[in-house]
């Protein structure tokens, strides 16, 4: 097993995939994270919904031809070519990128519009390699241990950690305000 491990990892490092492991056969950690998520803004101010990535490795990651995938296989947003993304840097997708930009102008790098947008009660956020490897998914939910403040108050979901396991609802919490994208999170626990 060890072996076939290395053999892996030497094939990806070869197809420039540095700073990547497999992680049994849910993905492989290529040290990108889905960090933030807005999927249910509040009537009073609604950017739509938009997802950040967080680069939590010491490598320049391109993500070019890299796709994004809620819970239906068929609404995929694939990122442009040559998008880079930096050591400890955010790139926030966003949905409506109008709608966006009037409430976050000061955020940057962003991608979108979508052509999809994100279940109000339930979903997936997926992020594929350009090889259609998995490498993060988070099934978040409107109830407990989620935080349910998310769901239509105006806090976001944001990651306590980015080294914390995110598919786990007890590693997320509402943020403060309407979200941090682009930025560290308001609820950021410090090193873990």
């Given amino acids: 097993m060890k072996q076939t491990l290395l053999i892996i990892t030497a094939l990806m490092l070869m197809l420039g995939c540095e700073d990547t492991q497999t ?5 492989i950690d290529a040290g ?62 966003c949905t ?28 997936f956020v997926r992020l594929f390699d350009s090889n259609g490897l998995l490498v993060d998914m988070v099934e978040y939910d409107d109830a407990a241990p989620w935080p349910i403040l998310a769901d239509g108050s105006g806090p976001t979901l944001e990651l306590n950690h980015p080294s914390l396991d995110n598919t786990l609802g007890e590693n997320w919490s509402a943020s403060e305000g309407y979200g941090t994208p682009g930025a560290v999170n308001s609820i950021y626990t410090g090193d873990e």
């Fill in 96 to 123: 409506d990128t109008l709608k966006f930009t009037a409430l976050f102008p000061d955020v940057s790098p962003y991608y979108g519009d979508l052509g999809f947008g994100l279940g109000g009660g339930s979903d």
């Fill in 32 to 93: 990108v994270v889905i960090n933030e998520i807005n999927y249910n803004s509040s009537d009073s101010y609604d950017p739509d919904d938009w997802v950040e990535i967080y680069n939590s490795s010491s490598n320049t990651m391109n993500l070019g031809s890299w796709l994004l995938k809620d819970e239906n296989d068929d609404h995929i947003f694939t990122i442009p070519s040559n998008t880079l993304l930096l050591p400890d840097q955010y790139l926030v997708f």
């Fill in 23 to 27: 992680e049994g056969s849910d993905g």
